[in-house]
């Protein structure tokens, strides 16, 4: 592993830190970062605040990462959260690419869409998005079911108008190289151009259809 360059490794989901262990132990080289909503403030979920305990917090080295600036308490689905988190906590002067991201989250099929619009395009080229759980959960059936399958149309875009047909998700495709889905879990792999920095929501999120697939992907574009 000497020679592999410094990284960024992000994973959306810390929940009791497991898995933010075993990833810190077999990349010795990549900077850790890891979002969870679990520890923020406790309180009603109404008032923006976490009811149901602080998982995180159960991990012996939970103090550890709060203080190395390697676990951001806040909620992963939130546009304003995640682009302070990116711009103060990760896109520092210096700070080497991104180049894995792993959203192991809520599996809900909105926030694993937000997370995969979100994050994709500011990968580094040649770096991967890996989203795990897409089945057999229920609640990630309309992210298996719709935005896979638009995204896969997408990678087969060639972008010419002859065929009265455009890109599902123009934000995603020209930064696509391939997906790969097997044993419930999808990985989107970064083809060779420049990680693209989108600013505004509607630009960093899904768009209306990405979870209703028939308003492209079933619809050809006039």
């Known amino acids: 592993m ?8 992000l994973e959306i989901g810390f929940y009791n830190g497991k898995g933010f262990d075993s ?7 990549a900077e850790m970062h890891s979002i969870e909503i679990a520890c923020i403030e406790p ?5 923006g605040k976490w009811p149901w305990g602080n998982f995180p917090s159960g991990n012996p080295r939970y103090q550890e990462y709060l203080d ?5 308490c806040g909620d992963g689905s939130d ?26 989250a809520s599996h809900l099929s909105d926030h694993m869409a937000k997370s995969l619009f979100f994050w994709f395009p500011k990968i580094e080229p040649g770096g991967i998005m890996v989203v795990e759980d897409v089945q057999p959960i229920p609640e990630a059936n309309n992210f ?4 896979v399958p638009q995204v896969l149309k997408d990678l087969h875009y060639c972008g010419s108008p002859t065929f009265q047909d455009k890109a599902c998700f123009p934000t995603i ?8 889905c097997e044993m419930h879990i999808c990985v989107f792999e970064r083809n060779n151009e420049p990680a693209v920095e989108y600013t505004t929501k509607d630009l960093s999120f899904p768009p209306p259809h990405a979870l209703h697939s028939e308003e492209c992907l079933l619809r050809a574009h006039n």
């Open 68 to 72: 190395d600036n390697k676990l951001h």
């Open 43 to 47: 309180g009603p979920r109404s008032e």
């Open 23 to 29: 990833y810190q132990e077999f990349l010795p080289r």
């Open 2 to 9: 000497d020679d592999v360059k410094p990284f960024q490794f």
């Open 79 to 104: 546009f304003e959260y995640l682009q302070e988190t990116w711009t103060t906590k990760m896109k520092r002067p210096g700070a080497p690419p991104l180049k894995v991201v792993v959203e192991d």
């Open 144 to 147: 298996r079911l719709h935005v």
């Open 173 to 180: 495709w020209p930064l696509l190289q391939s997906v790969h």
